[in-house]
């Protein structure tokens, strides 16, 4: 069964601070990792496709890299509007469909 | 860019009436639309796969019968919580994928339903 562990649960930053979501995953046959963001009460945002190990992708203050077993989100210098749930999935073609991560929730403060 | 609609945001009712959610694709078609459920803290929890113009495919313990599902045209997808319990009070969300790279680019807004 595939399986996706976000860590940490939570993190407080402070404005500036910069850091890296984890995202490990033990799935066979990966054929692709996204990254979304979550804000309270509202549906996923896209932010990025991860399709194999090496590559890397980055937008604005984010930065998202893979491995054969984990992936991160790097923040530079993160702004309070960063402040949200990230949200970390895998997608197999054994499931044919995407496993969630439990989400690491984000706060960065002035 | 794309957006998938998501109808009514948040919903309050009784228990044992039924609460339909609507989910609209706004600037494109999709012949495939996923229904998540979330509970506070936990993971997107795939219910079921909607497929325009046949039936649903719904996950492992997902109840067929309290969870009717329609995609009756290529923008428009319906989740139906029938006999609903205060047990089925949770955020749902709808999704489309992007059909030029099958993506799950496109989330709605995702309703709260809250049963009484």
């Given amino acids: 069964e595939d399986q996706v562990t976000q860590s940490p649960e939570a993190l407080r930053l402070q404005e500036g601070e910069s850091s890296s979501l984890n995202c490990s995953y033990t799935v066979s046959g990966l054929r692709g990792l996204f990254w979304y963001r979550q804000d309270p009460g509202k549906g996923p945002e896209f932010l990025f496709t991860l399709y194999s190990a090496g590559e890397e992708k980055e937008k604005e203050r984010l930065k998202a890299t893979l491995t054969k077993k984990e992936s991160f989100l790097h923040i530079t210098a993160p702004k309070p509007e960063d402040s949200a749930t990230y949200l970390c999935a895998v997608f197999t073609g054994t499931a044919s469909k995407l496993t969630f991560g439990t989400g690491t929730r984000l706060q960065v403060t002035l | ?116």
């Fill in chain 2, 1 to 116: 860019g794309a957006v998938v609609s998501q109808h009514p945001s948040w919903v309050i009712c009784k228990s044992g009436t039924s609460v339909k959610i609507e989910c609209r694709s706004l600037d494109f078609q999709a012949t495939t639309m996923f229904w998540y459920r979330q509970f506070p803290k936990q993971s997107l929890m795939l219910m079921a796969t909607s497929n325009e113009g046949s039936k649903a495919t719904y996950e492992q313990g997902v109840e067929k019968d309290k969870f009717l599902i329609n995609h009756a045209s290529l923008t428009l997808s319906t989740l139906t919580v029938t006999s609903a319990h205060p047990e089925d009070s949770s955020f749902y969300i709808c999704s489309a994928p992007d059909r030029g790279t099958n993506t799950e680019a496109f989330f709605g807004q995702g309703t709260r339903l809250t049963v009484v």
